[in-house]
């Protein structure tokens, strides 16, 4: 094998590696402040049907139906797209650090703030609704607005990391 092919290898199970490592050490602190940022949300907009977390869950007071715990799962976490960003940006990428962690930065938060969109909005249906419906607000309209979240972040990545076309119309120039 190459000296090349050895060297991407090794960075792509680093990066893998690394993700999944530190996806199972913060996984649970990590659901745990979502939730509690969720719940903060609520209170400070004066929604006091879902202020309350407990650890990763969020006690959800529907209007007209019992009181449930809505779970923060890991898959419903930001945690394993914002760990994945950061892998590929410090092990895959090459380029300047500064333009990479600007890339990963830009699309980490939007992953972040969307995702906060997403379970806000999702705990909000079950408040106006039941576990039920939220549950079947989270399982369509949230899949379908995380695919989406995720894919804007990795346009934004991709926008903020590569160069303009006219930097490299003037690296052509200068070359030619």
């Known amino acids: 094998m190459k000296r090349h092919t050895v060297n991407v290898l ?19 602190p990590w659901r745990d402040l979502e939730a509690k940022a969720i719940t903060g949300m ?10 309350q977390a407990f650890g990763n869950q969020i ?11 809505a779970t923060i799962s890991p898959s419903c976490s930001a945690l394993a797209a914002i760990l994945a960003f950061a892998a590929i940006s410090t092990f895959v990428v090459r380029g300047q650090p500064q ?5 990963f930065s830009a699309a980490g938060a939007i992953i972040l703030v969307c995702n906060f969109l997403r379970i806000g909005l999702s705990t909000y249906v079950g ?3 039941n576990a039920q419906g939220l549950t079947v607000f989270h399982d369509w309209v949230g899949t379908a607005f995380g695919i989406l979240y995720v894919l804007a972040g990795f346009t934004i990545y991709l926008w903020v990391l590569l160069p303009s076309n006219r930097t490299l119309l003037k690296e052509y120039a200068n070359g030619a």
């Open 10 to 28: 090794v960075r792509v199970a680093l990066a893998f590696g690394v993700t999944i490592a530190a996806f199972s050490v913060l996984l649970n």
């Open 42 to 51: 609520f209170s400070a907009l004066g929604v006091q049907r879902a202020s």
């Open 59 to 69: 006690l959800v007071l529907p209007e007209h139906a019992g009181p449930f715990l």
């Open 99 to 103: 333009r990479r962690l600007l890339a």
């Open 127 to 129: 408040v106006r609704t």
